[in-house]
C-alpha cells in the first residue's frame, strides 16, 4: 500500500500545472457539488410540499372565518322577509364552496384530512336542502316554522361544518409540523455525511495543494526577483531552469518579453520627443487670424484717413509682434521678449481701441531673464480685453504683474472688467486642472496656453483663474525658473 502510495506521488510530481489543478479541483469541487445538490433536492422537495400545505391551511382558514357567519346572516335576513333569495344569492355561496372543498381533498396530504373534506362536502350538501325547504315555503305565513328550520338545521349544519373545517385545519398543521422534523432530520444526516466528506478531503487537500505548492513557489519567487530587477530598469534578466514546462516556458517569454520592452522603451522616448515638439508647434500656430485681418484693416483705414503717425506706429508694432511669433523657429523664448511681444499686440489694440482700454506691465528685470514658452500672455490679454474690458461701458485697465519664489514664476494677467460667476470660475479651473478639451468652457486662448505649459513643463504647471462678477478676472501663468532661452 505504501508503495503504491509513494508511487502515485511520484507521478503526481510530473503532472502539468495544469493537470495538477484539474485533480485538486475534481477532488474538492465534485463532492461539494453533490453535498450542495443533495441538500438543494431536500430543500426544494420541503418547499413544494410546506408551500402547498401553508396555502391549504390559509385558504381553509378564510373559508372557515366567513363561511358560517355570512350564510346565517343571508339566511336570516331572508327567514325574516328582509330579502329575498335572489339578492342574497345563498346557492352561488354553496357551489363556491363545495369547489373549495374539492380543491382543498385533492391537495390534502393525511387521510384524516380527506375525511374532513368528503364530511364537509355532504354537510354543504345537507345544507342546500335545508335552504330548498325554506325557499319553497310560504314565507310570510311560515315564519314560525322557517325560523325553527333556521335555528335547527341551516345554524346547525354552518357550525358543524365551521368545526370540520377546523379539524382539517389541525390535521394539515400537524402534517406541517412532522414535515418540519422529517427534514431536519434529512439535513442533520447530511451535514453529518457531508462534514465527514469535507474532513477527509481537507487532508487530501493539503496533501495535493503542498506538492503543489513545492513544485511551483520556488520558480514563481525566482520569476518575482527577475520582475523587481525589470521593474528597477535592468533588462538584461536571466531566470533558471525550471523542470515544469509551463514555468520553463514562462520564464523564456519573460526573458524575450525584457528584451523587447527596453528596446520599446528606446523607441518610445524618441518618439514622445518628436511627438511633444510637434504638438507644441502645432499648438502655437493656432493663433487668431482675425487678429491679423483686423489689424490690417484698421492700417488701411489710418492710411485712408492721412493719420500717417499712427500707421507708421501700428505696422511697427504689428512687425515686433511678428518677429517674435516666429523667433527663428524656436519653442521658448525670455520672459523680456514675451513681454515685448506682448505689448506690440497692446499698442495696435490701443490704436484700435483706445477709447476702452489701457494697459500697464510691471516686471522686474531679473524675472524678465528666465525663460516662458512663447506666446503665452498675449492669448491671456486678447481673453481679457475681448471678454472682459469690450462688455462694460467705461474704460478699463489690462495689467501684467509678477511674483517668484524659490522655484518658480508667478505672471499675473489682470483686468478690471465684468468679471465671472463663481460656478464658471470653478468649472474653467476644473477643466484646466483636467485639461478637458471637448465642449470645454474656457474658450481657445486659455485652453492653447494652459496645454502648451503643461506640454513643455508638467502637469504641476500652468494656469489659474480668479475672478469676481463687476470686479474683474486675474488669470496666474505658473512656470519654473529657467535660462536657457537667454544662454542659447
Known amino acids: 500500500m505504501k508503495k503504491y502510495v509513494r508511487e502515485s506521488i511520484a507521478r503526481f510530481r510530473q503532472f502539468s500545472i495544469e493537470e495538477k489543478l484539474k485533480w485538486l479541483r475534481m477532488v474538492v469541487i465534485i463532492p461539494a457539488l453533490v453535498g450542495i445538490i443533495t441538500l438543494l433536492v431536500i430543500m426544494i422537495n420541503f418547499n413544494e410540499s410546506y408551500n402547498e400545505a401553508v396555502k391549504n391551511v390559509s385558504v381553509a382558514s378564510k373559508f372557515n372565518f366567513s363561511f358560517s357567519e355570512d350564510m346565517d346572516y343571508k339566511m336570516y335576513r331572508i327567514v325574516i322577509g328582509a330579502e329575498s333569495f335572489d339578492a342574497m344569492k345563498p346557492y352561488e355561496e354553496i357551489k363556491e364552496a363545495k369547489e373549495l372543498v374539492k380543491e382543498l381533498n385533492k391537495n390534502a396530504v393525511t387521510d384524516e384530512s380527506k375525511l374532513r373534506t368528503r364530511q364537509i362536502g355532504k354537510l354543504l350538501d345537507n345544507l342546500k336542502i335545508s335552504i330548498e325547504e325554506i325557499e319553497h315555503s310560504d314565507l310570510k305565513n311560515d315564519y314560525m316554522e322557517n325560523n325553527q328550520r333556521l335555528r335547527l338545521n341551516v345554524n346547525i349544519f354552518t357550525e358543524i361544518i365551521k368545526e370540520k373545517v377546523s ?47 513545492q513544485s511551483i513557489s520556488y520558480p514563481v519567487r525566482q520569476l518575482c526577483e527577475m520582475t523587481k530587477e525589470v521593474a528597477q530598469g535592468n533588462f538584461d534578466v536571466h531566470g533558471p531552469q525550471n523542470t515544469t514546462e509551463e514555468l520553463q516556458i514562462l520564464t523564456n517569454n519573460f526573458e524575450h518579453m525584457a528584451q523587447k520592452v527596453e528596446r520599446l522603451i528606446e523607441d518610445v522616448k524618441v518618439e514622445q520627443q518628436n511627438l511633444r515638439k510637434k504638438e507644441l508647434q502645432l499648438l502655437q500656430e493656432q493663433i487668431n487670424p482675425h487678429f491679423l485681418y483686423n489689424t490690417l484693416d484698421t492700417i488701411m483705414w489710418l492710411a485712408i484717413d492721412h493719420q500717417d503717425d499712427k500707421v507708421v506706429e501700428m505696422v511697427a508694432a504689428l512687425s515686433g509682434f511678428f518677429r517674435t511669433s516666429l523667433s527663428h523657429g524656436e519653442d521658448k523664448i525670455s520672459i523680456r521678449e514675451e513681454l515685448e511681444h506682448v505689448e506690440n499686440y497692446l499698442k495696435i489694440q490701443q490704436l484700435r481701441y483706445g477709447d476702452i482700454m489701457e494697459y500697464s506691465i510691471d516686471v522686474p528685470d531679473e524675472i524678465k531673464k528666465n525663460d516662458i514658452v512663447k506666446i503665452t500672455l498675449q492669448p491671456l490679454v486678447e481673453n481679457a480685453l475681448y471678454h472682459g474690458l469690450k462688455k462694460q461701458r467705461e474704460k478699463g485697465m489690462i495689467k501684467i504683474s509678477s511674483v517668484d519664489d524659490e522655484n518658480n514664476i508667478f505672471l499675473i494677467v489682470e483686468d478690471n472688467g465684468v468679471g465671472m460667476q463663481p460656478e464658471q470660475v470653478v468649472q474653467i479651473n476644473k477643466e484646466m486642472y483636467e485639461d478637458i478639451w471637448v465642449n470645454r468652457t474656457t474658450g481657445f486662448g486659455i485652453a492653447n496656453v494652459n496645454r502648451r505649459i503643461k506640454l513643455y513643463y508638467g502637469e504641476e504647471y500652468g494656469l489659474i483663474l480668479e475672478s469676481e462678477p463687476d470686479i474683474g478676472t486675474k488669470v496666474i501663468v505658473v512656470v519654473p525658473k529657467t535660462r536657457q532661452a537667454e544662454k542659447k
Not at 444526516?189 to 496533501?207: D, E, G
Open 167 to 213: 379539524e382539517y385545519i389541525y390535521y394539515e398543521i400537524g402534517n406541517m409540523e412532522s414535515m418540519r422534523v422529517k427534514l431536519e432530520k434529512e439535513i442533520m444526516h447530511t451535514i453529518t455525511i457531508t462534514l465527514i466528506a469535507v474532513l477527509f478531503l481537507s487532508l487530501i487537500t493539503w496533501k495535493l495543494s503542498k506538492l503543489i505548492s
